[in-house]
């Protein structure tokens, strides 16, 4: 059984450029968490999704992010006109029921130049 | 918003030796978890405390919520170079499930 799985694991963007980030969850996860760790900070929770719900989004910023779990494919987390603040790990974990017991992935590390 | 500090940031210990990595919470903890991250690699699920003064173990790692809820040690004893990695603590707000976490302790073990 694959664990949850990120990709790209590096990316690298201009100022201004669009950032997408995909998470594919673990087999039979429904439940879709995303994270964020800038630098010298620890982990934050972001967002929480389910399939074609987004549950609580009460630690994205609200412009520039958004974030989907359609009913078909992987989770996928956009920053629109990254600037350089957004230089950061994001980590998405899923789960198989509301939980704190969540899988993690290895993370996307973001480079905005 | 609630911060939680670990301590020590780092830390190298010979393999056989005990130690312990402290989390502290600015507020009263309604769940506190610990996760470990191997290098590279995403965290993975360790404990789970709720009750004041509660102590759960895992093989050989032990970790306690003190009374007021507010402080959490983990304890490892005779240490293994497989429990090198990272420790976060991390901490809700009683979602169960919108975690935040500490900065984390960088565990080395040396032969």
Not at chain 1, 31 to 49: A, C, D, I, N, S
Not at chain 1, 50 to 75: H, L, V, W
Request: net charge positive; hydrophobic share 30%.
């Amino acid at each position: 059984n694959a664990g949850v799985m990120q990709n790209p694991r590096h990316l690298v963007r201009r100022r201004g450029q669009e950032a997408r980030l995909r998470c594919s969850p673990m087999k039979g996860h429904s439940h879709v968490y995303w994270y964020r760790q800038l630098p010298e900070e620890g982990l934050k929770f972001m967002v929480y999704l389910q399939k074609e719900n987004i549950i609580d989004e009460s630690g994205m910023p609200k412009e520039r992010f958004s974030a989907e779990f359609p009913k078909e494919g992987p989770s996928i987390l956009r920053i629109q006109q990254v600037v350089r603040g957004d230089s950061a790990a994001y980590y998405c974990a899923s789960s198989p029921i509301s939980t704190y017991e969540q899988y993690f992935g290895p993370g996307t590390r973001l480079t905005v130049t | 918003s609630q911060e939680l500090e670990q301590s020590p940031q780092s830390l190298i210990v010979q393999e056989g030796k005990n130690l312990t990595i402290n989390c502290t919470s600015s507020k009263t903890l309604y769940g506190l978890y610990w996760y470990k991250q191997k290098y590279g690699e995403g965290l993975i699920f360790l404990m789970m405390l709720q009750k004041g003064g509660e102590e759960k173990s895992h093989e050989k790692i032990t970790a306690k919520l003190d009374e007021k809820k507010q402080q959490s040690s983990l304890h490892i004893t005779a240490s293994q170079p497989s429990h090198a990695g990272i420790y976060l603590c991390g901490a809700d707000k009683g979602s169960g499930y919108a975690l935040n976490f500490g900065k984390g302790t960088s565990l080395l073990v040396t032969p």
